[in-house]
């Protein structure tokens, strides 16, 4: 079966890592119809601003999207392309897998969690202004809808995926009226589940128990701000950021990425781990119902990375993007 999905190279490493990523895709024996737009620094460059009507209308045509890191200007300019394509069709479930990998350096060995992020409100609705001269406010926006919709989407996965528990971080000992709200309805969707365990922590609690006992977490559900430390505190403890895939989905439409950054400095030298980003491709397979490529793809990827001579340089290795690849094509 061949497959339609959009391509969002992305920012600085970002051509490099999508590359490999596309090529294992093929490798693995999955045919896809790539069609190629431009967003973020690139799409400034090639349209004069960051989210042109041809990545909307690219997305919304295929539904399906492997998108590299973006660059966004940080105090100034334009908003987060990744923001605003997670507003414009409404991927509110933001999903980072970590699993521990094999052979890489870590004090942890069985880390094997889901971190379940509601994508579209809180603190990262972008409801802020100024109040007056040196005073600026941001309004957290907290939805029963939205609330009760990624908790329905954390128990469906964790039945999914045949996991055991649904841990929600909060805090709503202090926010007792937003916090309050999303709690209450993680608490009626756990209700509704009563064959999966349901805990709840307090954010910064979960923070410390994610350095400590990382093993007790399985599902994690939280809201946007919490979700986005969280997931790459948990990134931490299997290797960083360079080896944890993400996606943020919809009822609708899903895109893939690494939630890495643009890494400029290195861009164009071969240098780039591509590990995140082939991860997100094999998320991606399975989304589209190609369950067995994804996990040989998968299984490749983590065999590579058992060989310290096939990993990148920034995990401790002498390998380029190129040669880490063609490492990944042979034991697929």
Known sequence: MRHQATLISGDGIGPEVTRAAYELIQRAGVAVDWEEVFAGAAGVAKHGEPMHASVVDSIRRTRVALKGPLET?????????????????????C???????????????NVDLVIVRENTEGLYAGKEHLIAKGVAETLKIVTEAASTRIAAYAFALAHREKRRRVTVAHKANIMKITDGLFLDCARKIAAANPDIEYNELIV???????????????????????????SDEAAGLVG???????????????????VHGSAPDIAGQGLANPVAVILSAAMMLRHLGEPDAATRLESATRAALADPAARTRDLGGPATTATFTAAVAARL
């Open 95 to 109: 999903v980072r897998p970590v699993r521990s990998i094999p052979g890489l350096p870590s004090v942890f060995k």
């Open 204 to 230: 910064d609690n979960t923070a410390m128990q994610l350095v400590i006992r990382p093993e007790r977490f399985d599902v994690l559900l939280t809201d946007n701000l919490y979700g986005d430390i969280l």
């Open 73 to 93: 200007p940080i105090g100034k300019g334009y908003r987060s392309v990744n923001v605003a394509l997670r507003a414009e069709f409404d991927l509110y479930a």
């Open 240 to 258: 960083g950021l360079g080896v944890v895939p993400g996606a943020n989905i919809g009822d609708d439409i899903a895109i893939f990425e690494a």
